[in-house]
């Protein structure tokens, strides 16, 4: 993303918080692994749509119609001895030239001088509730205002969420960000393809997980976009199984769920393939009824078409199928409105996906579930799973865990499969993975 493309949001942004008022946006925290070592730092969503800034210890601060600038960045001032220690930083000078800040103030000064600005303004806009720190000094500095009240200080007097103003922006994807994902789509492919290819009975899940991890640094990608899920057997049907701690049997099934990151973009991609690269009877069923549904599913997708409604086609299809390989039995429709079905087929079919694997964007408005619109970006991830202990099935369903999910974006007149790399037909896997 280049530094005008963030310019663009925040005048955006600005135009909808208004003359009079302010916004506030924080930087993520540096987040403590153990005694004197942090995790690997990972920028705000929201902050980082907004500045493209990828340092902690910072706060944006908008002030529509500033004559000194409307865009305001605190950070850290630059240090030679942090420099040596932890490598390069942008210090308040960087701050305006790299990241197209009106103005930087060092953030150590942030209560002397943000009081200041909140002065006369109407409305504040910040991420109410997300950061306790931000909470507690904003109430402060209201309060500190309000006492000045007869020098003819004004303090604001309501305060607004800022992210349903971001999260509908963050919704519907621009070009550059599209680029963003396909890469991160077509490089997540590459690593789902690799651990098919070196799978093998005998191998332990973290291994198949090193697999994945591999082909996403060697192409270019720094970051996985989650916890990859890598569950062998039974383990399937745990939907966020993350320990990848088993050893893989023969005759199991491994679903892999993973995705890498690319410049804050997501890739979300799950493949569910044979260990032994040949499906058994039973699997072979049950994994072309969730393709069969997935597939469906997806041909719905265009603008126009009401999101819930595709989830409730991939319901009713489910639940035809399940009846018709005996899992289910009876009468279809008293089976979904007694909601049989989440026994074996319990999530929904889709998330939207960007900046975080689950992204923001909400599914109503006013109580009624929205349409697709063109330059959204949702998976599409039906599956079954059979617990191992699940008496209402003969023996041969239990402990299969079948999940399919592609990443797909909303286009004029129809859908885009970003993740269209991967294999995912019974004979597209099988071949595959004979070829080793």
């Known amino acids: 993303m280049k530094p005008i493309d963030f310019e663009k949001r925040r005048k955006t942004v600005m135009a909808q918080i208004g003359l009079g008022n302010i916004g506030l946006i924080p930087s993520a925290p540096d987040r403590t692994r153990n005694r004197d070592v942090d995790y690997p ?5 929201d902050f980082y749509y907004l500045t493209g800034f990828n340092e902690s210890s910072a706060l944006a601060v908008f002030i529509p119609g500033r004559e000194q600038g409307e865009y305001i960045l605190f950070c850290r001032e630059f240090d030679e001895k942090k420099k040596l220690w932890e490598g390069s930083h942008s210090g308040l000078e960087g701050a305006i030239t790299h990241y197209l800040a009106d103005d930087s103030f060092p953030i150590d000064d942030l209560n002397d001088i943000l009081p200041g600005m909140l002065e006369n303004k ?3 806009f910040y991420p109410m509730g997300r950061d306790s720190e931000l909470d507690h000094n904003l109430l402060e500095w209201i309060n500190h205002l309000k006492k000045q009240s007869r020098n003819c200080v004004n303090a604001p007097g309501e305060l607004v969420s800022l992210e349903h103003i971001l999260h509908e922006m963050r919704l519907f994807k621009t070009t550059a960000e599209l680029k963003l994902m396909r890469k991160a789509a077509q490089i ?10 070196n799978c093998k009975a005998g ?3 973290y291994q198949v997980e090193a697999e994945i991890i591999h082909e996403l640094m060697q ?14 057997g039974k383990n399937a049907c745990t939907l966020h199984y993350v320990k990848n701690e088993s050893k893989l049997r023969k005759n199991d099934l491994l679903l892999i769920d993973a995705g890498g990151e690319c410049e804050h973009y997501a890739a979300d991609i799950t493949r569910t393939f044979p260990i032994s690269g040949k499906f058994s009877v039973a699997q072979k069923q049950l994994y072309q009824l969730v393709l ?3 597939l469906a599913a997806i041909e719905q997708i265009k603008p126009g078409i009401v999101w819930n409604d595709i989830h409730q086609l991939s319901i009713r299809m489910m639940t035809t199928g399940l009846i018709k390989l005996g899992l289910l039995k009876g009468d279809r429709d008293s089976l979904i409105e007694d909601e049989k079905y989440k026994e074996f087929y319990m999530h929904r079919l889709g998330h939207w996906l960007g900046m975080d694997v689950h992204d923001v964007g909400d599914y109503k408005i006013e109580e009624e579930w929205r349409v697709l619109e063109k330059g959204m970006v949702l998976t599409i991830e039906p599956g079954v799973y059979v617990q191992p202990d699940c008496e209402t099935v003969v023996a041969k369903w239990r402990g299969i865990g079948i999940r399919i999910e592609d990443d797909i974006l909303v286009t004029q007149h129809g ?4 993740s269209v790399d991967v294999p995912k037909t ?8 004979q070829e080793n």
Request: proline share 2%.
């Open 41 to 45: 730092f990972r920028q705000d969503s």
């Open 122 to 124: 109407h409305k504040v």
């Open 188 to 197: 997540s492919a590459k690593a789902h393809i690799r651990a098919m290819k």
């Open 203 to 205: 191998m332990y899940e």
């Open 219 to 232: 192409s270019g990608l720094r970051a996985v976009a989650y916890p990859s899920i890598v569950a062998g």
């Open 292 to 294: 069969d549904v997935q």
């Open 415 to 418: 859908y885009e499969v970003l």
């Open 426 to 433: 019974i004979e597209e896997i099988e071949t595959l993975m």
